[in-house]
């Protein structure tokens, strides 16, 4: 699942330096923002100690301070899709990283999420996507919030939209997803609702899964950042 799960994967597969097991413990205490013990990570994510090692130095080289601000993540995410405008998702995507809604995002509000879209189960994955479209955080997904989120994913894949981005097709694709998610006509999509309509309809779950790849970046590999190859 795109940049993130491919480079992952290769760096973990790859021989690295001989390190003394003090150096990895102490490199882990040198930022500002000090991040959970690895052991703790590993066991809240689903990731090894090792790879909680990789994703951690990538993490400090590009954030020596331990946090990530919207500015800076919208920059890094930007380099995903430089044929399109990403801001707009990076902002929704960051607020969705930023679980405690303080304006920056830590090593394990990063790790924690990404274990999620990563490796978690189907379950995990659409209640995390459901979050990043509740965009108010009331509960409920409305119209208004999923186009949004739509119509930022089109802004972000910018030239490369195919066939060819017209006007109304953002509300289009919104119009089918509350046909068939909004069970009861409220107006408004239930985090069941979201989840039910997703895994009984094949069409739907593709394109939840595109949203994933989007989210991680897989169509853009190569122009990501050094710490997430």
Not at 71 to 88: L, R, V, W
Not at 155 to 178: I, S
Not at 181 to 197: R, S, W
Request: hydrophobic share 35%; aromatic share 10%; with cysteine.
């Amino acid at each position: 699942m795109g940049a993130v799960v491919g480079t992952l994967t290769m760096q973990t597969k790859q021989r690295r330096p001989s390190r003394d097991k003090a150096d990895d413990e102490l490199e882990m205490t040198m930022v500002c923002h000090r991040p959970e013990g690895l052991e703790q990570l590993e066991a809240q994510t689903n990731f090894t100690k090792q790879e909680l090692q990789i994703l951690y130095r990538g993490f400090k080289n590009e954030c020596p301070s331990g946090v990530v601000n919207e500015e800076t993540f919208k920059h890094i995410y930007a380099q995903f899709f430089p044929h399109g405008d990403a801001s707009m998702y990076a902002h929704y995507l960051f607020n969705a990283f930023d679980t405690t809604n303080n304006g920056s995002i830590k090593f394990k509000d990063f790790v924690m999420g990404l274990s999620i879209l990563l490796r978690g189960t189907l379950r995990e994955k659409l209640e995390w996507t459901f979050h990043l479209y509740d965009i108010n955080r009331d509960g409920y997904i409305n119209r208004e919030e999923m186009t949004e989120i739509v119509r930022a994913i089109y802004d972000m894949m910018g030239k490369y939209t195919y066939p060819a981005l017209k006007g109304d097709v953002p509300q289009q694709h919104v119009d089918a997803f509350f046909q068939k998610m909004d069970k009861n006509k409220d107006g408004v999509v239930t985090l069941e609702e979201f989840v039910i309509a997703c895994q009984e309809d094949e069409t739907m779950m593709r394109s939840m899964q595109l949203f994933e790849n989007v989210i991680c970046g897989l169509d853009a590999a190569k122009n990501a950042p050094q710490w997430l190859k």
